[in-house]
């Protein structure tokens, strides 16, 4: 049973710091791309950050890049989004994402919130 479980969020004062984990079972965590996504209420969900099963390359939104970083850890299989300097605009409730080689292959976690205050 593949399982993705979030971590780590909570209520923050602006310019404060968070790290979120995703703790992976069920799938061969290694061979997975990881992502982070966020939903604030009324927006569209998007992607905030991803990592590469093999290398390791990383990406990030614009809105977030020198601030929060995107690590995995494949012997734990668990992937982290650490969050520094945060914003009011980075509430939101985080997910996280794996994608494997198939289409098919796509899970989601349940989610975990983030408020940031101001």
């Known amino acids: 049973q593949v399982q993705l479980v979030e971590s780590g969020g909570g209520l923050v004062q602006r310019g404060g710091s968070l790290r979120l984990s995703c703790a992976a079972s069920?799938?061969?965590?290694?061979?997975?791309?990881m992502s982070w996504y966020r939903q604030a209420p009324g927006k569209e969900r998007e992607l905030v950050a991803i990592?590469?099963?093999?290398?390791?390359?990383?990406n990030y939104a614009d809105s977030v890049k020198g601030r929060f970083t995107i690590s995995r850890d494949n012997a734990k299989a668990t992937v982290y989004l650490q969050m520094n300097s945060l914003k009011p605009e980075d509430t939101a409730v985080y997910y996280c994402?794996?994608?494997?080689?198939?289409?098919?292959?796509?899970?989601w976690g349940q989610g975990t919130q983030v408020t940031v205050s101001s």
């Open positions: 069920g799938f061969t965590f290694s061979s997975y791309a």
């Open positions: 990592i590469s099963s093999v290398r390791g390359d990383t």
């Open positions: 994402n794996a994608e494997g080689p198939s289409i098919v292959q796509n899970f």
